[in-house]
T-cell receptor, first 116, second 114 residues
Framework: GAVVSQHPSRVICKSGTSVKIECRSLDFQATTMFWYRQFPKQSLMLMATSNEGSKATYEQGVEKDKFLINHASLTLSTLTVTSAHPEDSSFYIC????????????FGPGTRLLVL | AQSVTQPDIHITVSEGASLELRCNYSYGATPYLFWYVQSPGQGLQLLLKYFSGDTLVQGIKGFEAEFKRSQSSFNLRKPSVHWSDAAEYFCAVGVPYNTDKLIFGTGTRLQVFP
């Protein structure tokens, strides 16, 4: 149980284009989903927290107009990187929290974004 | 604010040897504590967690961790390491009843030699 999927697993795009990443909780309802960014050989940095049906809460230094987050249902959250640039290249990981184990975040497999 | 320290950036062990990965935290009370493992190019898998109760926690894949309040530590152990355990290990802390903001350590990369 508590499986989280992400799609796509890997994406390459041209500079200036937008990329959407999906995060789904497959076997539980996720009232809260989180988006992290991980640079090579570094730890995870929380970008934003989203609750179903409400606006996401962004961490300090994260541009909300660049990283659009939508949490339209209890099983789906999307992260859209708008007008992507090479410095946005990174590993993006989502996590979801809900029943079972309300206090535990379950992580997706991650999406590697490469912006050329 | 809470913080997490993983003093060892990189650990190398032989297959079959015992393992201990260190994690120290800073928090005014007892936090929620987690260990996650990340294989290359993959997301994080929860190994085990501590919220309260028995300070020795059993997890998946033969891992265990012990919460020591006096030392503010939550070290991860495994009696006999397998080659498949090679990965990055992250310790994380969260505020009880509000794990919106998990704070992750910088990770420990485990290399296993045959």
């Amino acid at each position: 149980g508590a499986v989280v999927s992400q799609h796509p697993s890997r994406v390459i795009c041209k500079s200036g284009t937008s990329v959407k990443i999906e995060c789904r909780s497959l076997d539980f309802q996720a009232t809260t989903m989180f988006w992290y960014r991980q640079f090579p050989k570094q730890s995870l940095m929380l970008m934003a927290t989203s609750n179903e049906g409400s606006k996401a809460t962004y961490e300090q230094g994260v541009e909300k107009d660049k990283f659009l987050i939508n949490h339209a249902s209890l099983t789906l959250s999307t992260l859209t990187v708008t007008s992507a640039h090479p410095e946005d290249s990174s590993f993006y990981i989502c996590s979801a929290r809900g029943t079972p184990g309300k206090e535990t975040q379950y992580f997706g497999p991650g999406t590697r974004l490469l912006v050329l | 604010a809470q913080s997490v320290t993983q003093p060892d950036i990189h650990i190398t062990v032989s297959e079959g040897a015992s393992l201990e990965l260190r994690c120290n935290y800073s928090y005014g009370a007892t936090p929620y504590l987690f260990w996650y493992v990340q294989s290359p190019g993959q997301g994080l898998q929860l190994l085990l967690k501590y919220f309260s109760g028995d300070t020795l926690v059993q997890g998946i894949k033969g891992f265990e961790a012990e919460f020591k309040r006096s030392q503010s530590s939550f070290n991860l152990r495994k009696p006999s390491v397998h080659w498949s355990d090679a990965a990055e290990y992250f310790c994380a802390v969260g505020v009880p009843y509000n794990t919106d903001k998990l704070i992750f350590g910088t990770g420990t990369r485990l290399q296993v030699f045959p």
